[in-house]
């Protein structure tokens, strides 16, 4: 079983659609990031979360970290075809980062 | 900053012949390094966790003899797999954490991946 639960694992929407991928789990991570992935590349890192309940933007990207520290969440407001991308969420768990399944994005024009 | 670099990013080789990966952070010294293996829309999954100066340590399933990481210097690591077969053919990339790094973030900057094709 996954440490963290990430779904969706596929999305397809419109242009100018909102949408929000989900990270659970039932432990508790010291921080949590968000990074995206183009195909062919490396992840590249959005946002790290720290304190429980932290909110952060990023343009149209809204991250929250659970009041618990045990789930998170990335809204991507008015999405773009440019948003179109591998999105993973990351859990740090002692010394290493647990990775969600990923959820892929695809923004249709 | 904190800029990863890898080297091949593609390569081909024959099936019974070894590979070298190299992973250089460019502009940070980096006193862990990660090796990932990705499949084809699929996340990450760590292979090994590397130490300058020490032993590597393997994830469960990983064989250790057959990917054998070495990190030598705070800027480099290298991954080398062993006798590859059809079934090692896949994306891997590594990661680095920078030397002087506030817990509790433990970010890690990955590079931008070797895609490896054993024939």
């Known amino acids: 079983t996954q440490l963290l639960e990430q779904s969706p694992q596929f999305l397809s929407i419109q242009e100018g659609e909102n949408l929000t991928v989900y990270c659970n789990s039932s432990?508790?991570?010291?921080?949590l990031q968000w990074y995206r992935q183009e195909p062919g590349e490396g992840p590249v890192l959005l946002v790290t979360?720290?304190?429980?309940?932290e909110v952060k933007k990023l343009k149209r990207l809204t991250f929250q970290f659970g009041d618990a520290r045990k789930d998170s969440s990335l809204h991507i407001t008015a999405a773009q075809t440019g948003d179109t991308g591998l999105y993973l969420c990351?859990?740090?768990?002692?010394?290493?980062?647990?990775f969600g399944a990923g959820t892929i994005l695809r923004v249709k024009s | 900053g904190a800029v990863v670099s890898q080297h091949p990013s593609r390569v081909i080789c024959k099936s019974g012949t070894s590979v070298k990966i190299e992973c250089r952070s460019l502009?940070?010294?980096?006193?862990?390094m990660f090796w990932y293996r990705q499949f084809p829309k699929q996340s990450l999954m760590l292979m090994a966790t590397?130490?300058?100066?020490?032993?590597?340590?393997?994830e469960q399933g990983v064989e250790k003899d057959k990917f054998l990481i070495n990190h030598a210097s705070l800027t480099l690591s290298t991954l080398t797999v062993t006798s590859a077969h059809p079934e090692d053919s896949s994306f891997y990339i590594c990661?680095?954490?920078?030397?002087?790094?506030?817990?509790?973030?433990?970010?890690?900057?990955f590079g931008p991946g070797t895609r490896l094709t054993v024939t």
């Open positions: 979360v720290v304190t429980g309940g």
């Open positions: 432990s508790v991570f010291s921080s």
């Open positions: 990661s680095a954490r920078p030397l002087v790094v506030l817990a509790p973030t433990y970010e890690q900057y």
């Open positions: 990351a859990g740090a768990y002692g010394n290493k980062l647990v």
């Open positions: 502009d940070f010294q980096a006193t862990t």
């Open positions: 590397s130490n300058e100066g020490s032993k590597a340590t393997y």
